[in-house]
């Protein structure tokens, strides 16, 4: 069992910054592939980033890359979601997740990831 823990969102102007984070505690997080997700209101669940055990390779969503970057601490139990030049279409819940996935494919699919976090929501105005 993997707990999930968000924090970092809040209401930001359009063009600005912010870091999401993510505490994992339980059965071994540093043994998860971790992943970010979104959900803005009336449309489904995205993925928006993952990243590998040991991070050494991150996949991104077309529409956040060159923009965000999905890091993790394993020392720390964290991952890390930077958001920069924040757009009023990134609105949405963001959530963690983790998943036991092997393949890199797998990681853009919610269907593959184990646990989830309950999300933190990020507000970005116009």
């Known amino acids: 069992q993997v707990r999930l823990v968000e924090s970092g969102g809040e209401l930001v102007q359009a063009g600005g910054s912010l870091r999401l984070s993510c505490a994992a505690s339980?059965?071994?997080?540093?043994?998860?592939?971790m992943g970010w997700f979104r959900q803005a209101p009336g449309k489904e669940r995205e993925f928006v980033a993952s990243i590998t055990r040991n991070g050494g390779s991150t996949y991104y969503a077309d529409s956040v890359k060159g923009r965000f970057t999905i890091s993790r601490d394993n020392a720390k139990n964290t991952v890390y979601l930077q958001m920069n030049s924040l757009k009023p279409e990134d609105t949405a819940v963001y959530y963690c997740s983790a998943g036991r996935i092997t393949t890199a494919p797998a990681m853009v699919f919610m269907s593959a990831y184990n646990y989830w976090g309950q999300g933190t929501q990020v507000t970005v105005s116009s």
């Open positions: 339980g059965r071994t997080p540093s043994t998860y592939v």
